[in-house]
């Protein structure tokens, strides 16, 4: 069999991996939420705080939608012309044309260019976040926020892109299989290791204090059988009012990270409804699942692109004579765009599911679903979540299901629904 049969054979295996994990990890029903009690819910919020959601949402709109539609039209005027390819020509000129150069600095500047020209509407966004008071940064401490990221793509992008197109000059026919199993490698490092060292450098973690809530937290998570390491307190409030909580890292470095701001604003019974959701993806291992399922379609991706290369039309467009040569950087990134652009409502889908499971967990622990719906309440009014948002938005962009649905959930629970 040619390379090329083998890569074949090795996507048809990936995909049917990827959906054996789908199909078997995924909360594929979810717990009810009937529509009656989303619209009941939906009255008993404070008519004041659903039109500063919905305007708040009015102003973010241009922000977002511009932001994407210039990323895609930049990535595609990049990767599907030969504009791509010369920048990174040029860049790699006068350092003797070396790989390693066109590689390196050719490829973090179409990914560098990619970014920057969704600047203006970065910005514009972080002053809609000031005008309605969620931000608590001024424009220094933004900007540094912005350095700090771009220094974390750099230097993930640099090893990324190095290590890819070395093993493209060593295995000119196989790449595509050490590249697959390097990209999968990279999801599951990067999984580990973000938590533990991209994170602090936006936010400084202290544990919990000692007192009832610390206490209460920890006993609930040994009665849900979930092994925590610690609670963290993050500190949010540099930069945000809005509050959260989240669960990073798998097995020795997975921790509960809980912002200062919730525990500023939210009462104990409620920052128990946040942990005890928390613990629920923790039971279920979403770390895990979705390290499995990123570090599948990372694989199937290099492979795809392999096989992409040989059409000999898109090269042709772009102005390369090979999907595997430092010059085609800017076809994959456009190829990545558009992968991303097409794959997000199953992605936001499947977000959704998993965390409608995390609130069913979270009520099933408590057995309080008067403080989930507080809970929701406050997260909603805090952070100018529009509670019921419209269906194109919800159905492409919503990573968890709307406030109505979460509080429509507390309210099935409590009648005994399951
Ligand atoms: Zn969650």
């Known amino acids: ?23 078997l ?35 973010m709109r241009p922000t977002g939608y511009g932001s994407l539609l210039v990323s895609l039209a930049v990535a595609l005027a990049l990767g599907l012309t030969p504009l ?23 490829g973090l500047a179409v990914v560098l260019l990619a970014e920057l020209v969704t600047l203006p509407f970065s910005a514009w966004r972080h002053t809609v976040l000031v005008r309605y008071g969620l931000s608590t940064q001024g424009w220094g401490g933004w900007a540094v926020d ?13 090893v990324a892109l190095l290590g890819f197109y070395a093993v493209t000059r060593l295995a000119p026919r196989w790449w595509w299989a050490l590249g697959a199993a390097g990209a999968a490698a990279l999801v599951v490092l990067l ?16 544990p919990m204090e000692p007192g009832p809530l610390r206490t209460e937290l920890l006993a609930m998570a040994q009665r849900d059988g979930v092994p925590v390491r610690d609670v963290l307190v993050a500190d949010a409030s540099r930069r945000t009012r809005a509050v959260n909580a989240y669960v990073s890292g798998l097995g020795p470095t997975r921790r509960i990270v809980v912002y200062d701001t919730l525990l500023r604003e939210a009462p104990d019974a409620e920052v128990v409804a946040v942990v ?36 000999s039309g898109l090269l042709r467009a772009a102005g390369v004579s090979s999907i595997a040569e430092p010059r085609a950087i800017a076809l994959l990134m456009a190829v990545a765009v558009l992968a991303g652009v097409l794959s997000a409502p199953a992605q936001a ?21 008067a403080a989930f ?22 159905f492409y962009f919503a990573s968890h299901p709307s406030t109505v649905e979460r509080m429509a959930a507390a309210r099935a629970y409590a009648r005994g629904e399951r």
């Open 1 to 23: 069999m040619t390379p090329r049969v083998w890569a074949m054979v090795t996507l048809g295996a990936l995909l049917i991996a990827l959906a054996v994990v789908l199909v």
């Open 25 to 59: 990890l995924v909360p594929w029903s979810r717990p009810p939420a009937p529509r009656a009690d989303q619209l009941a819910a939906l009255g008993d919020l404070p008519a004041e705080q659903v039109d500063r959601a919905r305007a708040f949402r009015v102003d």
């Open 84 to 106: 791509g390819s010369k920048l990174v020509t040029v860049i790699g000129r006068p350092f003797g044309d070396s790989w390693i150069a066109q590689a390196v600095l050719g």
């Open 146 to 158: 912005l350095l700090k990221a771009y220094a974390v793509t750099a230097v993930i992008g640099a």
């Open 191 to 206: 999984s580990f290791v973000l938590p533990v060292l991209i994170e602090p450098v936006f936010n400084k973690f202290t």
């Open 276 to 311: 005890a959701h928390e613990l629920g993806h923790a039971k279920d291992r979403d770390v895990f699942v979705g390290t499995v399922v990123g570090a599948l379609g990372a694989a199937a991706a290099v492979v795809s692109v392999y096989l992409l290369g040989a059409w």
């Open 349 to 369: 889908f499947l977000s959704r599911r998993t965390e409608a499971r995390a609130d069913a967990h979270a009520l099933a622990l408590t057995g309080d679903p």
């Open 373 to 394: 719906e507080a809970m929701q309440r406050r997260l909603a009014g805090v952070n100018l979540a529009d509670p019921d948002p419209n269906r194109f938005e919800y």
